[in-house]
């Protein structure tokens, strides 16, 4: 019994001995094509029934893909030349689709429609080469707007907005409308009362504020405070200030790791500004989850 037992043990030695390179060899393999397939970015495209997954050399190499000259891009704010593909490459039936969702990295949503992503405004999907990282977003962080970036060769012809313009994006999925999932964002009085400045209101602040916030508990992101719970900022700011705070947040109050972006008169004009303080009042007197 103790003979045929070391024998076995010698035998597992030897067997082990001669394995392990192979099986060394073999993780080694493992670990480094894990490691490859960790650091290519994969965008994410859900059509409402199945996702696809798009790693960026395939789409880099892509016949769709093509260099396009931006004269002035959102997040660089500069003349930026890209390797880019057309949404309607990656999504051929957008032109139809009521909304979508645009979900980057770091949390920020962007609801589009499909009509304004086929639109005039020529949306494309930026690519970030591996061997040619675009430029920093801020000094602080090396974090560029890449892997995917969604860009508009003529964004003027289809009044598109500076948060229109997400970057690091990791997934676009066909979604119900921002206002369908959340009705809470939705004036209660709408049906009594002509409501034309709040419901316009409301627009701008799907289009420019519900990336970041939530409005009565809802949307999508969550990157600032709630802008009516527990309180609106039209109670606990003057409007002048506001107002100021809106079209330019370190004009009010200014320190190194804010994030609100300001809005110029190009992105909302006097006029959308109005609009946004008549939704925002009313869904104070309204308030609710
Ligand atoms: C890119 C994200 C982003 C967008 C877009 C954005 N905000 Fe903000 N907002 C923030 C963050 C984050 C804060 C918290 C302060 C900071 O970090 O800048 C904030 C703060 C605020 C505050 C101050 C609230 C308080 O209690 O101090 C108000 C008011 C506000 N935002 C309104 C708006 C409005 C109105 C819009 C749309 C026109 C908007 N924000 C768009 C991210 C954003």
């Known amino acids: 019994m103790y003979f045929a037992s070391e024998n076995f043990q010698t035998m597992l030695i030897r067997a082990a001995k001669v394995l392990m390179p192979a099986f060394l060899f073999l993780f080694t393999l493992l670990g480094l094509s894990s490691a490859v397939f960790a650091n290519e970015p994969v965008l994410e495209v859900f059509d409402g029934v199945q996702s696809q997954y798009f790693k960026r050399s395939e789409l880099l190499s892509n016949a769709a893909t093509r260099e396009i000259l931006l004269a002035r891009d959102a997040a660089y704010n500069k003349t930026m030349k890209v390797r880019a593909i057309s949404i309607e490459a990656l999504l051929p039936q957008v032109a ?160 190194k790791q804010s994030v609100m972006p300001g809005f110029n008169q190009q992105s909302i004009s006097d006029a959308q500004l109005d609009a946004l303080f008549a939704y925002f009042k009313l869904m104070a007197k309204e308030r609710r989850d």
């Open 96 to 255: 139809k689709i009521e909304s979508l969702q645009i979900v980057a990295l770091d949390g920020f949503v962007a609801n589009i429609s499909g009509s304004v992503l086929a639109g005039q405004g020529q949306a494309y999907i930026a690519i970030e080469p591996a061997d040619m990282p675009w430029p920093a977003l801020k000094a602080a962080s090396p974090a560029s707007a890449g892997p995917f970036y969604l860009v508009w060769l003529t964004p003027e012809k289809a009044s598109i907005s500076n948060e229109q313009w997400p970057y690091q994006i990791a997934k676009i999925a066909v979604a119900a409308t921002l206002q369908q999932r959340f009705p809470q964002l939705i004036p209660i009085s709408t049906k009594s009362i002509e409501l034309k400045a709040e419901l316009r209101g409301l627009q701008v602040y799907i289009s420019n504020c519900s990336v970041c916030h939530q409005l009565n508990s809802a949307g999508d992101a969550n990157i600032g405070p709630d802008l009516n719970r527990p309180h609106s900022p039209v109670e606990y700011f003057q409007e002048s200030y506001l107002r100021k705070l809106i079209r330019n947040p370190a004009s009010v109050r200014s320190w």
